[in-house]
């Protein structure tokens, strides 16, 4: 509309875009949040295949992949596994762990997959970025804490992994992690088996 830009102009839109997309996540965590301490989150609990909700995620985070140079895989759960969530939070809740990953992971590879275990279906999101000291395993799960004070690296209101969990919990499931320094996390969700 206004003539092509120059190639400074496409780096300051660049730059704007990329701001944009950073402001929105932190305002839809701080309402997340609220909702979740109010007790006023909305649930549509229903059996959703996860390999549906799996196959989505790539594309969220294929720029950062690219960016970065880390390689991704996913290997599926099998057309027949289901698990009894909110198909939305579910998928929150995978970005969040997904893009957590991606953003702590300088070298290497992201996994995600899948098992089972008793009534229950465990999704693990795998780095082989710097790893979560053993004393602080907990604690990330704590609201407002940011990931700068765990890893050196700013970005965020420090609740994603806070509201991952409390999702989780809400719908009969929970937000685990192991982790060692220098070797990588694993972030498994775990939700009921439909």
């Known amino acids: 509309m206004h003539g092509t830009l120059t190639t400074d102009q496409r780096a300051s839109l660049a730059r704007i875009k990329q701001n944009e997309r950073t402001l929105l996540r932190l305002i839809e965590d701080v309402l997340d949040?609220?909702?979740?301490?109010?007790?006023?989150?909305?649930y549509c609990i229903a059996e959703v295949p996860i390999d549906d909700v799996l196959r989505t995620l790539e594309a969220f985070v294929a720029p950062s992949l690219q960016?970065?140079?880390l390689e991704?895989?996913?290997?599926?759960?099998?057309?027949?596994?289901?698990?009894?969530a909110d198909r939305d939070k579910t998928e929150q809740v995978l970005l969040n762990l997904l893009s957590n990953a991606v953003k702590c992971t300088d070298h290497g590879r992201v996994t995600v997959r899948c098992g089972t275990r008793d009534d229950v279906v465990e999704?693990?999101?795998?780095?082989?970025g710097r790893g979560i000291p053993e004393d602080s395993l907990?604690?990330?799960f704590e609201p407002f804490i940011q990931e700068e004070r765990l890893t050196g690296r700013s970005g965020?209101?420090?609740?994603?992994?806070s509201i991952?969990?409390?999702?989780?919990?809400?719908m009969g499931g929970d937000v685990l992690v192991s982790s060692r320094v220098g070797?990588?996390?694993?972030?498994?969700?775990?939700?009921?088996?439909?």
């Open 123 to 128: 999704i693990l999101v795998c780095d082989t």
């Open 72 to 84: 991704y895989h996913f290997e599926p759960c099998g057309p027949d596994l289901k698990i009894r």
């Open 33 to 42: 949040y609220a909702k979740l301490e109010s007790g006023r989150m909305r």
């Open 67 to 69: 960016q970065k140079g």
């Open 138 to 140: 907990e604690t990330i």
């Open 156 to 161: 965020g209101t420090g609740l994603g992994l």
């Open 164 to 170: 991952s969990r409390q999702l989780a919990r809400d």
């Open 183 to 194: 070797r990588g996390s694993t972030f498994t969700l775990v939700l009921p088996r439909a």
